[in-house]
């Protein structure tokens, strides 16, 4: 008899095809499961007041730390801590009860409650949905907590979100999150999709609510494809803004921190005539020089066409582009860094 028995290649298909009926999955209803864990304060042993405005999140303390080391290492080394200070002081009155048993209460200050929020979903349910509004927050809290598949997801979803409609929202952002690593990656994407339509992202109605050191950002950009008279609107379009919430403010001293970044010279004739001179928002000066520029390029001295010379000798003082730029730095990139090490958040953490 031979030592084996050869089946036909068809019944080996076959069987290969054939589902494993021996494991059951049900990672779906897991998911709803563990959700509605965290959504039940009852049923949680640790509560986070995040932000300013202290929201309470409450999230189960050994999933967090089965997902985490670093929320391991903040709840369980903390709680401890407590524990053997607890026990020396009731070890003549009988035991207490577990740490584990206890309800702890955590501040934190890092994050935003929508990110964190977002954040201990993930970890509860293994599942989340990325928002262009929070999406840079929840990137830098899954680095600081050490969640990478999180971090590489939403690495991977700001190359389809970012788009005309999202751009400043996600450079809005930013401000909040700029001491974290992850920042600097993302508003490089941002700023080079910013370059390629300029024109579009300065007449955004979004373009107002950012910070006005990202305005002159924006606008000191070599690599910006927008037209001067562009923006010279959107700075206009941001200093009403601006003027509107500061009512004591003069429209033209905000209109005179972007004009270093204007070549008006570069701005048709009639434009400078009818459309920016009546306005009375640009010294007289600069039209005039660069209204001699286009006559006669060589009767002007280039470097008069500088508003930045103008305001340096009417205001005595210099502003540089990157004074100008705080916290985001004078180039394309950021200056930022962050550790996820829950060593260097010691002084942010604090437990009631």
Not at 11 to 34: C, H, R, W
Request: proline share 5%; charged share 20%; hydrophobic share 40%.
């Amino acid at each position: 008899m031979p030592d084996s028995l050869l089946l036909p290649a068809s019944y080996i298909v076959m069987a290969e095809a054939e589902p494993d009926l021996s494991t059951f999955e049900n990672k779906s209803g897991l998911a709803e499961d563990m959700k509605f864990l965290a959504s039940m304060p009852e049923l949680c042993d640790v509560t986070f007041l995040v932000g300013d405005t202290r929201e309470p999140v409450c999230a189960v303390k050994a999933v967090l730390a089965a997902r985490s080391r670093v929320f391991h290492k903040m709840l369980y080394q903390v709680s401890r801590a407590r524990s053997t200070k607890r026990s020396l002081r009731k070890s003549m009155v009988g035991s207490m009860k577990p740490t584990s048993q206890q309800h702890q209460t955590l501040i934190i200050e890092e994050f935003e409650p929508d990110v964190f929020r977002q954040l201990i979903e993930y970890i509860h349910t293994g599942c989340v949905t990325l928002q262009p509004r929070t999406l840079l927050g929840v990137m830098n809290a899954a680095d600081y907590y050490g969640l990478d598949e999180l971090r590489r997801a939403c690495a991977g979803f700001v190359q389809c979100c970012i788009n005309v409609d999202t751009v400043c929202a996600l450079l809005a952002s930013a401000e909040r999150y700029i001491q974290y690593k992850c920042t600097k990656s993302l508003v490089q994407k941002v700023l080079e999709f910013v370059d390629e339509h300029g024109n579009e992202v300065l007449n955004l109605g979004s373009f107002t609510l950012l910070p006005q050191h990202v305005v002159r950002l924006i606008l000191a950009r070599d690599e910006l494809q927008a037209d001067e008279f562009t923006k010279f609107q959107a700075a206009l379009m941001w200093g009403k803004k601006y003027c509107d919430n500061n009512p004591s403010t003069s429209i033209k001293d905000v209109i005179g921190n972007f004009l270093e970044y204007i070549q008006f010279h570069k701005i048709p004739a009639n434009v400078l005539m009818r459309e920016i001179h009546p306005l009375g928002l640009v010294p007289y000066s600069i039209i005039m020089n660069a209204l001699a520029y286009q006559a006669d390029p060589a009767s002007v001295d280039p470097g008069k066409l500088s508003p930045n010379r103008v305001r340096r000798q009417a205001q005595g003082r210099s502003m540089s582009v990157q004074s100008s730029l705080d916290p985001y730095g004078s180039n394309t990139t950021l200056s930022s860094s962050a550790s996820s090490e829950l060593a260097s958040s010691d002084g942010k953490h604090s437990s009631n």
